[in-house]
């Protein structure tokens, strides 16, 4: 879990998404990854800002880990309010 409190979130977009939407992200992904299908990985950066209404030039793996990061942060802040 991220706790820094320097961290700051870059797509505020993560609230929308519930634990088992990132699950699925954070499992695809990394599924993928693990067997270098760089293609899936696109597929699944674009449908996640597509969902989102995301647009940006990060490369799709580093889009995806940093919605990962900004929803696991964003959800154990709100958590402590």
Do not use: C, G, W
Request: negative net charge; proline residues 1%; glycine residues 0%.
């Amino acid at each position: 879990n991220i706790s820094d409190d320097d961290y700051a979130i870059v797509f505020r977009e993560v609230e929308q998404l519930n634990e088992k939407d990132i699950s699925i992200i954070r499992e695809v992904f990394n599924h993928a990854r693990s067997k270098n299908r760089l293609d899936i990985v696109n597929q699944l950066a674009e449908k996640t800002q597509n969902t989102l209404n995301i647009t940006t030039p990060m490369k799709s793996i580093e889009f995806l880990n940093t919605i990962i990061k900004d929803y696991e942060y964003y959800h154990s802040n709100s958590m402590r309010v």
